[in-house]
DNA sequence: AAAGGTACTTTGCAATACATAGAACTAACT
DNA sequence: AGTTAGTTCTATGTATTGCAAAGTACCTTT
């Protein structure tokens, strides 16, 4: 990734873009990554920086209550070491099935993404 | 696609969660479908519905509309011989630049959600 | 002239990111 | 005991971009 061809105002509106390309993913990615085990909050935006997909409070907190709403998710409190009380979250064995499907959904949307940007890139 | 283990709250939450999917990564594709020639927004509008990528008019013209004021597309009127004139959207070379970019970028996006996803496969 | 079809514009709403401020809890320090 | 520092969680305003729907404008046909 380079920015060389790109003037300071369209660096702005790449970065725009990437990150309402990330719109949307991120129910994917937290059910993802809590699916196998029990984690808090702290350690799924960990989880998520080392994939080099930034992620901040004021974006997971909600989402994660959002997901505990709709029954996707569940939480036990946890007395820590380090600090105050952490929520630890599972998913719910709804949160299983509709992970699986979101995924399936996910697949079948870079088909189709990939099918028009490759296309045309063979006409370059 | 099977909706067969989720009840009806759950469909209507997976066709929400594909929606919010698809956010951001219109301009990508509209931008790629153009690219190679000039075309027209209701030509845009089928070739995204061939690539089972529906969108809608109220979404499109305004990307339109954003991505010309980007400098990114530009368009001339064509008169038609089957209703009212036509706006012929091309890509300009900003815009052949700045789809590579963005191409690069979502590239980059799927390699980093497969590998949270598939990972996390590997586990079941 | 009116009707029908096509093309484009506008607007309100919903959803989900981000930035930021703040509250609450615990451990360590003074 | 009181204060400070670090950790965890909550809430809110803002920005952006889809969708639904209504409406305007233009051309052809009736």
Not at 91 to 116: A, H, M, P, Y
Request: glycine fraction near 4%; proline fraction near 4%.
């Amino acid at each position: 990734m380079t920015y060389e061809n790109l003037d300071g105002l369209e660096v702005k509106k790449l970065e725009n873009a990437k990150a309402q390309m990330r719109k949307g993913l991120l129910e994917l990615c937290v059910l993802s990554i809590i699916d196998p085990e029990e984690m808090y909050p702290s350690d799924i935006i960990e989880k998520l920086k080392e994939a080099e997909l930034i992620v901040v409070e004021g974006t997971l907190y909600p989402l994660l209550t959002r997901l505990k709403n709709a029954g996707l998710l569940e939480y036990t409190w946890r007395e820590s070491t380090s600090g105050p009380p952490r929520k630890y979250y599972t998913t719910t064995e709804q949160g299983k099935v509709f992970c699986r499907e979101l995924k399936e959904s996910w697949d079948e949307l870079v088909t189709k993404i990939n099918n028009i940007t490759t296309i045309n890139s063979n006409h370059e």
